[in-house]
């Protein structure tokens, strides 16, 4: 079965830092996809990053990247120079289904 | 260039009683996912549907619950005889022909069923 486990509920950094949001998955399949999406209070869902398991090169999409680590099955997000904006809950996420992980809360503070 | 659109945004039903949720995809947009949230928790994924076919309901309930996408119209999610376990956020996602969920998809903003 596949599974997405974020280990971190709730996060809060200073504006201007740079935070690292974790996850693990766990998956049978060789080739997939991982996402991370965030879910702003306005409740709607946006796809923030795209991994797909076969490039060896970690996503990037201006202040946000992915450390992707195969072997291990992780799957981390990097915010570098937070802004206010970015305050949401965070949730990775699988393929095919898109499987999510319970999300981080994340609190950027002025 | 609307998006996904849900309605009703929010909707109140007591046990017993039909709850229709209406989702609009994007112009252009043949595939429409179903998603639940419960409080504190990711979305589970629940159905996929393309035009007038169901193509995996494997995360739907096998009783009280179905989905349709028409030819016409916007997709439906109705759940018969609501409990309050039905409680939930429903989120409705949307992507291109001859694309699926490994492709971007585009969610509404969901519909919040409170059952009384």
């Known amino acids: 079965a596949q599974t997405v486990t974020q280990s971190q509920p709730e996060m809060s950094v200073q504006e201007a830092e740079t935070v690292t949001l974790s996850c693990t998955y766990d998956?049978?399949?060789?080739?997939?996809?991982l996402f991370w999406y965030k879910q702003p209070p306005s409740r709607q869902m946006i796809l923030v990053i795209r991994q797909e398991a076969y490039k060896q090169q970690n996503a990037t999409e201006n202040r946000f990247s992915v450390n992707f680590q195969k072997a291990a099955k992780s799957f981390s997000l990097k915010i570098s120079d937070s802004q206010l904006g970015d305050t949401a809950m965070y949730f990775c996420?699988?393929?095919?289904?898109?499987?999510f992980g319970k999300g981080t809360r994340l609190h950027i503070l002025p | 260039n609307a998006g996904v659109m849900q309605n009703p945004r929010h909707l109140v039903r007591r046990r017993g009683q039909e709850a229709r949720l209406r989702c609009s995809p994007m112009k252009g947009h043949s595939h429409v996912y179903w998603y639940r949230q419960l409080p504190e928790e990711g979305l589970k994924f629940m159905v996929y549907l393309q035009k007038e076919n169901i193509i995996d309901e494997s995360g739907m309930p096998k009783e009280r619950f179905s989905a349709e996408f028409p030819k016409e119209g916007p997709s439906i999610l109705r759940i018969q005889q609501v409990v309050r376990g039905d409680s939930a956020a429903y989120f409705c996602a949307s992507s291109p022909p001859g694309t699926g969920p490994n492709e971007k998809l585009f969610f509404g903003s969901g519909t919040q069923l409170s059952v009384l």
């Open positions: 996420a699988l393929d095919d289904k898109i499987i």
């Open positions: 998956t049978s399949e060789n080739n997939y996809y």
